[in-house]
C-alpha cells in the first residue's frame, strides 16, 4: 500500500512540476509585415520558436485574448516574430497585447543581450555580371524540381507537406553581347544564426539575354526534414551578399 500512495505522490509531484514549468510572456504587436507580426515582450524570461501565442487585449488590467492560433517563429533582441497563416488582416492587430504562453523559457545570456537580429531584405547587383537583383522567390519541390510554369512561389511552407525548398533569383540588365559565367554561393540559416546548408550553381548570362532566372534548393526527400520557424537565405557571388530574403516553415 505504502508503495502504491509513493507512486501516486511521484506521479502527482511530476505533474505539478512540468505545469509550473508553462510561463506567460506578455507582449505587445508593434510591427505587422504581410502575415507575420513582431512583438515585442517583456520580463525576464525568452520564449522559444514553436511556442503559441495569443493576441487581444487588456481590460481592467487583465489579458483578454482574441485570436489564439499564433505560432513563433524567432526569438530576436526582446522581440519575437509570430505567424499565423488563416488570420486574413494581421495588420488590425497593430498595437494590440500579447500573450506567449512558454513551456521552457530560458534566461536571457550575452548573446540575447547583443543579438539585434537580422538586417532587412538585400537586393544588390551581381558582381562580374552587372545585373540588377530583380526578386528572389522561393517554391517547394521534391527531388526532381518543378517546371517554371507550373512552380507556385510563396515564402510559407507547412512543415508536413514541404521536401525541398528552392529559391530563384531574377536578375536584369542590357544584353552584355557576350557570355558571362559566374557561380551562386548560396546559405540558408536559422534564425539563431545556425548555417543549416551551404551550395553552389555555377550560372551563365547569355550575350543577347535582359533578364534571366536561375535557381537551386535544398531540403530532403522526407517530409519530416523541416522543423517550424523561420529560416534566411542568402545568395553570393564572388564573395559579396548580392540577395537576402526570408521564408517561413509552419
Known amino acids: 500500500m505504502k508503495k502504491i500512495l509513493s507512486i501516486v505522490c511521484c506521479f502527482i509531484i511530476c505533474i505539478c512540476s512540468s505545469a509550473q514549468s508553462v510561463s506567460n510572456i506578455p507582449g505587445e504587436v508593434t510591427e505587422v509585415r504581410d502575415k507575420e507580426v513582431i512583438i515585442d515582450y517583456t520580463g525576464d524570461l525568452i520564449p522559444n520558436v514553436g511556442d503559441p501565442v495569443s493576441i487581444g487585449f487588456e481590460v ?35 498595437g494590440y497585447k500579447a500573450m506567449i504562453k512558454s513551456k521552457n523559457p530560458r534566461r ?4 540575447d543581450v547583443i543579438q539585434t ?53 531574377n536578375l536584369r540588365r542590357s544584353p552584355p553581347g557576350k557570355r558571362i559565367d559566374f557561380k551562386i554561393i548560396a546559405k540558408y540559416f536559422k534564425s ?21 532566372y536561375h535557381n537551386s534548393g535544398w531540403g530532403s526527400m522526407s517530409t519530416t526534414y523541416w522543423k517550424i520557424g523561420k529560416y534566411y537565405a542568402q545568395l553570393y557571388v564572388n564573395d559579396q551578399l548580392i540577395a537576402q530574403e526570408p521564408f517561413f516553415v509552419y
Not at 79 to 93: T, Y
Open 108 to 111: 536571457p545570456t550575452y548573446y
Open 117 to 169: 537580429g537580422w538586417p532587412g531584405n538585400i537586393i544588390g547587383i551581381v558582381p562580374i555580371v552587372g545585373a540588377q537583383v530583380d526578386t528572389l522567390r522561393f517554391f517547394k519541390s521534391g527531388k526532381g524540381g518543378v517546371e517554371v510554369d507550373k512552380r507556385k512561389y510563396t515564402k510559407y511552407f507547412p512543415a508536413s507537406e514541404t521536401q525541398y525548398i528552392n529559391w530563384q533569383l
Open 192 to 212: 539563431d544564426g545556425k548555417e543549416i546548408t551551404e551550395h553552389y550553381s555555377d550560372a551563365h548570362y547569355g550575350a543577347n539575354w535582359s533578364s534571366s
Open 60 to 94: 481592467d488590467g487583465d489579458f483578454v485574448p482574441y485570436d489564439v492560433t499564433w505560432i513563433v517563429m524567432e526569438v530576436s533582441g526582446g522581440g519575437v516574430s509570430a505567424l499565423n497563416m488563416n488570420f486574413e488582416n494581421p495588420r488590425q492587430l497593430l
